[in-house]
Each structure stands twice: as C-alpha cells, then as structure tokens.
C-alpha cells in the first residue's frame, strides 16, 4: 500500500505495524500526529493497543517501564522538552534492562520556545544506555521503527531504542511512504519475547539496592550490550531488506564514497541535503562522498575508521553543539581516527532551531574547507548578527562599560 | 476477622534490612495477609526501597519492580494496562492486583502528579502510603506530611506549617474507595485491604506509620504511638466509598461518644520530635493550638454523629 503522509503519521504506522500493545504517550509539539493517529487507529479497531494518555512525559516513561516489564511490547512517542523531562527514567528503562521503541521529534529546546529542529534533546540524551538510531526520510521511519523492536528485543541487546527524526522537516511534511503487509512484517519481527518479566510464577525482585561491589558490573554488561547492538543493527537491516525490501544502511549510509578523497559526515535530514553538496563538490573537481550516521548509539567506529581515516579531509556537520567544547559529533569523529590518521577535520555547526541549512551552505564550508581557509575547529557560518541582535550586544556592552567589567 | 485468623503465608520473608520497630515493614506484613500471592508490586523510592533488602537478597516473595520517585501512579498505569492486555491474551486466569507502595514523601510531594493523574484516569490499582511524616530514608527532613510543630532536620525549631490532608485530595478526584489505616489496628487494615482488593478501578490506603528513628521514641513503642495517635485524634481512621466516608475503629468509637478524646498532649510528650514543646520550658501556646484543632473536628463530628442519630430516630419512630 502506498501513502502519502507525514513522518508523524508514518510514525504510528510503524508502532502499528510491529503490533506494539501498549502506548503511554503525552502530547507535545511536533509530535502529537503520532499519538493522535494512534488513538484514530485503536479507535476504529484497525490497532488492538491499550493507550495510557498520562499526564506527563515522564509518567509516559514509567508507564512504559511498567507495561515492558510485564512482557508486553511498549511503544512512546515524544520531543524535545518531553524528553528532558523523562530523562531520570530514560536511565532507568535502560538500567533495568527493557525492550522498548520509542520515537523523538527532534525540536530546539527553550528558551526561547522553538518548535522547529535541532539534534540538542536527543544528544543531551546520548550516555542514557538508549540505542539512538536517527532518519533521513519518511520510509526510513517506517522501516526504523519496525527494525528497532527486533533489535531492542534481541536476547543479545535487551535495551531500550529511540528512533530519532527531524521536527518539521520529517515530522510534518508530506512524502510518499510504501506500507508493507503486515503478514511480510510478521515474518520479520517475531512477537515479543522478553529475558525476564514481573512474573507471578517466578517472583523476582527488580532494581533493588545494588553495593558498590556490583553495581559496576551491571554497568559493564550494559556497555557490552550496546557493543553486542552493532552486529544486530547491521543484520536487522539486513533481514529487513531481504524480507520487507527496503535499506536505508545499517550503522551507517555512505553516499558516492567510491574514490572519495574528502567526506562529509551528518545526520538525520541535513543527510539528504549534504547529498546534493557531494555531487556540487563532485561536479567541481573535489572528489568527495558523504556519511550519514544512522546510528549514534552505538556509535559506528570500525565503519567511520575505515572509511574516513585514509582521506585528506573531513567535514562534521552538527545540528547540536556541546558548550564550553564544540560540535558533539565532531568530538566523536576526531576520536574515532586518532592516532590512525593524518586527515584534517573540519565542523560546522548549523541548523539550530530549523534554520534552514542549504546545500550551498554545505558546499560552501566544504570547498572553504579542502582550500584551506576553514579553521580546524567547530566554526558557525550561519550565524550573523542581524540589527536587533545588535542592539542588545550594543546595550550588553555598554553596562559592562558602566559597571567596570574588564 | 479476628488477628489469629490472619492467613499464615508470609509474602514478606523474614531478615529483612528494616530497623527495628519499623513500622513500613510490618505495614506491608499486614498489607500482604489481605492481598495474597497474586500480587505485582511496584515499590516506589522510600525505606521500603533499601529495608526489602540489597540485590541479590529480597524479603519481597512477589514479582517486585522498584521505581523512581515521582513515579506510583505511572508505573502503576503501564503494569495495569499490561496485565489487561494478558488477560485478554488468556495469559491470566485473572488480573492480579497491582499494588504501588509509597513513602509520604513519595505520595504527598513529589510523587503526587503521577498519583492524582493515575487516579484521574481511574486506573485499576490500589496506591498505599505508608506515612511516617517526613523523608525518613534520607535522614528525616520535612515533607508535606509532616505535622504541625514537629522537629526535623530542616524544621530545627519546629515546622510552622499544617499538613496536607492528601486522603481528601484522593476523595476530590472521585475515586471508588479510600481508607486510612493504623498499625495498631491491623484487623481494620486487614480489612480495608481485603475490601479494596475486590474493588475496581484507583483505591487508596494511606497508613500512618510512627518512625522510631525519625520520631525519637524507643522502637519497642511503634504500636503504642500508633494507638496514641488515633485516640488523641492526630491520626483519623475512616473509609470512604460511593461518595460516603465512615469513620471506623478507635476513630469511630470516639466520634461516637465510647471512649472519650484524649489530650494531644500524651501523643506529643512520647517522641523527641516534640521534645521542643516541653524543654527547656513548656509551650503552652503550641500545645493549645494543636489541642484546640483537634477539639474543634472532634466536636464538629460529634456533633454531626448526633444529628444523623436523631435524624434516625424521628424517621424510625411510629407514627401518631
């Protein structure tokens, strides 16, 4: 079958199509069509789920740790302020180690408020033990979504997911989206089956008081978990290929990476964008391909070190920024090929709060960049000061002035 | 039921890592006589979070998730929903009771969006406060729970502030039962247990459970304070259902004129929390405004007590 919708809605079709039981959800911009199209769905009988509407997000989250921990497959839904707000549990449903899907909007946090997309929340949201897979179409939504429960539920993993998709840009624009047939997914995702669960018949106690002697340990199986995920994540993609049809790439998704002596490295929708830069840069002599991270939790190591560390250059375009360092992703890549390398590597930080990045933009740093006039530092070349912001610096100025700030 | 007709399967195992004269754990004790085996539990962060005892040992012998602070209702919400899903699914016979167990901090403050949003949607769970009037677990500092004038950690002279009365919060939400409990009333806990046990949708218990440690008295004295503070009127026994409360155990013998209310004074002289109102020097303005409360609600249902009896009375008598 094939639609033409919005991410949202798209969204839902894949909480729909993996057949998910439970969904504890609280509305929040840009992410409501999710909730809303699975309430439309419950409600004319065509999705057989209970729907906890909680009155908050991180009621969302513990309920969510509630129903998986009975054993039944839990789906969530949420953006930006809602994810800050069910953070503590965040920890928790990957501390207690529970399959779950939940999907993120990813939206600017305030203040001031901003609907619009940047990759801030769900960075802020990196070291919770999440698996944090991020999209760059309406299709790869679906199709992440469905992949994402066989990989949560893996005996090998057993941790939590985030599907991560731009606000607006994903979210609410339309495209066309092919819905596979549900008996075609059913072969795919095998029904819930959980390591362990509240289970009346073999009573056992959960996150109870856990001494120092082995609380690390619990730690280090986490860290292995998210390690055993990578291997997962490739084969899912790999399956869902084989059985459903679509790939979208599995840890990663390489663009005219053939010869390539230059790349650039993105996620989510600047990704498609970041395209177009490539075959500009390609038209114009500099042979260079992209990277699109599809999956920051786990982070892609042997495929980033492979690809990038024999080339003269790279690019990192970031849609989050770490204060006080730089660009998030460009900490990682630098990290990923050091002491491997001799590649320069650049970072962009742009796209804050939607600002629409262009692919002149990309194409413009990136030649600056394989020209030598880009520092290798995280530099903001869309940041202008425009005539109100101005005044208030003017104004800022003048107080230091008053005050005797030097 | 009498005591010695208490079932003698024990769900809470005995070397637990409770202090002694706890009256959380022998609240649960009780709590799980009347609910039985088929029971989920979500411990939510308080005492009970440490005294079930550290991992790999658990004195809980049901399937037992411990949670967040902020997070009974909730967790509540998603168990409940699951389980309605399994016994569809023919997973269940039938739905066990889902049971979330809350310190007061964990009800009255922090915890009190997701108890008043799960009662709002009427989730089918019972919520148990156990409350012992302040953050015990982390070395009794003051919670909303906390009565008038008693010392804690961070109410060094006292605290200025009245407690919220978060049973009648429950009632205004419209839920189908809520009771209040006394450890040293266990048949009426046993009760009121069993009773919301047979009952759908949100029922809340909330018990008052004297803290040795955190109220300064000599842990042999748990029942005693618990007695004390229901026949000084400082804690009230009633169960509210189908828009009717009625008052019950020692509570109801006093409203009803059996046994007579005792001076707060009794109450407040056994524990050092209140040791200030006493040493150096007495303070009679406090203790005056403490016993004039509690005079004034006793004599107001009394007095309504009368009234409902008289009423009775012209409508049971034969007509001229």
Redesign the interface.
Same mark, same amino acid.
């Given at each position: 079958m094939r639609l033409v919708e919005t991410g949202n809605h798209v969204a839902a079709w894949g909480a729909r199509m993996a057949r998910a039981?439970?969904v504890?959800a609280y509305p929040i911009t840009p992410q409501t069509q999710v909730i809303e199209e699975i309430s439309r769905f419950i409600d004319e009988g065509e999705m057989d789920c209970?729907y #906890?509407?909680?009155?908050?997000e991180?009621?969302?989250m513990? +309920? !969510? #740790?509630?129903? +998986? +921990? !009975?054993?039944?497959r839990?789906f969530s839904a949420t953006s930006a302020h809602g994810l800050l707000y069910m953070h503590?549990?965040l920890h928790?449903a990957a501390g #207690?180690r529970l399959p779950m899907v939940m999907v993120n909007v990813n939206r600017a946090l305030g203040p001031g408020w901003n609907i619009w997309c940047d990759h801030q929340d769900t960075i802020a949201a990196r070291d919770t033990g999440w698996i944090q897979l991020y999209c760059a179409s309406h299709q790869e939504i679906l199709d992440t979504t469905i992949q994402a429960y066989r990989i949560s539920e893996d005996l090998k993993v057993i941790l939590p997911v985030m599907v991560c998709y731009d606000a607006i840009f994903l979210s609410h624009n339309y495209m066309q989206v092919e819905i596979p047939d549900q008996e075609v997914v059913d072969r795919f995702l095998p029904p819930f089956r959980s390591l362990w669960k509240?289970?009346?018949d *073999?009573?056992?106690?959960?996150?109870?008081? #856990? *001494?120092p002697d082995?609380y690390e340990e619990v730690r280090y199986s986490m860290f292995q978990a998210l390690d055993n995920s990578r291997k997962v994540i490739r084969t899912a993609a790999e399956e869902y290929r084989d059985i459903v049809g679509n790939y979208h790439g599995d840890l990663i998704e390489t663009y005219r990476m053939e010869g390539a002596e230059s790349a650039l490295v993105a996620m989510g929708s600047i990704a498609s964008e970041a395209k177009m830069a490539v075959d500009m840069l390609r038209d114009a002599g500099y042979p260079c391909g992209l990277v699109r991270v599809r999956s920051y939790r786990p982070f892609p190591i042997e495929e980033l070190r492979t690809l990038l560390a024999p080339l003269r250059a790279v690019l990192v375009i970031d849609r989050g920024v770490s204060f006080g360092m730089e660009g998030p992703m460009y900490s990682e890549v630098k990290a990923v090929i050091y002491g491997r390398s001799d590649a320069e590597v650049y970072d962009i930080v742009t796209g804050l709060g939607g600002r629409d990045v262009t692919y002149e933009l990309i194409f413009d740093n990136a030649e600056a960049a394989l020209k030598g006039k880009l520092e290798q530092k995280t530099s903001w070349p869309a940041v202008s000061l425009n005539e109100h912001h101005r005044i208030s610096k003017k104004g800022l100025e003048e107080y230091w002035k008053k005050e005797g700030v030097k | 039921m009498r005591l010695r007709d208490f079932p003698e399967d024990e769900v809470f195992l005995q070397g637990s890592a409770a202090c002694q004269g706890c009256p959380g754990s022998a609240a649960i004790r009780v709590a799980f006589k009347a609910l039985g085996? %088929?029971t989920?539990l979500? &411990?939510i962060a308080s005492c009970t979070?440490?005294f $079930?005892?550290?991992?790999?040992l @658990?004195a =809980?012998? &049901?399937?037992?998730? %411990?949670?967040?602070f902020?997070?009974g209702?909730? &967790?509540? @919400?998603?168990?409940?929903?699951?389980?309605?899903? =399994?016994v569809a699914q023919g997973v269940f016979d039938e739905k066990?009771t889902i049971l979330a167990w809350a310190g007061d901090g964990g009800t009255y403050d922090i915890g009190i $969006?997701?108890l @008043?949003?799960a009662a709002?949607?009427n989730t089918d769970f019972i919520y148990v406060c156990y409350n012992n009037e302040a953050y015990s677990n982390t070395g009794t500092q003051r919670s909303g729970a906390t009565p008038y004038a008693a010392w804690t950690t961070n109410t060094t002279k006292g605290k200025e502030e009245w407690r919220k009365d978060i049973a009648q919060i429950m009632i205004a939400h419209g839920v189908p039962y809520v009771a209040t409990a006394s450890l040293a009333y266990p048949t009426d806990m046993f009760r009121k247990f069993a009773k919301a046990k047979e009952i759908r949708g949100t029922r809340y218990i909330e018990i008052q459970a004297p803290c040795p440690p955190g109220w300064k008295f000599p842990s042999s004295y748990t029942i005693k304070i618990a007695r004390m503070a229901v026949q000084t009127g400082m804690w009230m026994l009633y169960e509210y259902e189908e828009g009717k409360t009625t008052y019950t155990a020692g509570t109801k013998r006093i409203i009803q004129g059996q046994s007579k209310l005792k001076p707060v004074e009794e109450y407040l002289k056994e524990q050092g929390r209140f040791r200030h109102l006493f040493y150096p020097e007495r303070d009679e303005e406090t203790i005056k405004e403490i016993q004039d409360r509690m005079t004034h609600i006793f004599e107001n249902l009394q007095f309504t007590h009368k009234m409902k009896e008289h009423i009775m009375e012209i409508e049971l008598a034969p007509p001229h």
């Open positions: 039981e439970v504890s209970e #906890i509407p909680v009155e908050s991180h009621s969302a513990a +309920a !969510m #740790i509630g129903s +998986a +921990a !009975m054993g039944v839990s503590e549990l928790w #207690i509240l289970d009346l *073999y009573p056992f106690t959960h996150g109870s008081v #856990i *001494y082995d | 085996r %088929n989920i979500a &411990v979070s440490v $079930q005892s550290p991992f790999p @658990s =809980l012998d &049901v399937p037992t998730i %411990n949670m967040a902020a997070t209702g909730a &967790v509540a @919400s998603g168990i409940t929903a699951a389980a309605d899903r =399994l066990p $969006q997701a @008043s949003g709002e949607r």
